[in-house]
Every structure is written in C-alpha cells, then in structure tokens.
C-alpha cells in the first residue's frame, strides 16, 4: 500500500554500487497497482527515485503490510 495514499503499489527496489566513499544507493522504481507480471510491469507507468540506503529503509518499513 502507498504510504500516504492508501492505495495499491508495486515498487522494484535494486541496490546500485556507490560512488566514493563505497556507499550503496538503491534505484526504487514504483507503479500504481499490484503488479506481478513481468510483462506488464515492463509497460508500467513508473516513478524512479535514488534512495540513500537510510531512505530505503525507511521506504520498506513504511510500505509493508500490517504483521498479524
């Protein structure tokens, strides 16, 4: 679900190799809806952000479904 707007989302999250200080970055990439096909996500209307690794946490912990 979006964090803030209560809707269904995809995200593809892909760890990218830093710059100078070896840091890693992560590449989120983020469609609206439950998409599982390959296919279709390929034709997906995407955003596409550069998360700090922080960020990316953060990201997760936001978006995951409630534990039961």
Do not use: N
Request: proline fraction near 7%; glycine fraction near 6%; charged fraction near 35%.
């Amino acid at each position: 679900m979006h964090p803030t707007r209560g809707y269904p989302v995809t995200l593809h999250i892909t760890p990218v190799a830093g710059g100078l200080r070896r840091r890693v970055d992560f590449l989120v990439e983020q469609a609206d809806g439950r998409i599982e096909d390959d296919e279709a996500w390929l034709c997906a209307i995407k955003t596409v952000e550069l998360l700090s690794a922080d960020e990316a946490r953060e990201l997760v912990e936001e978006t995951e479904p409630p534990r039961r």
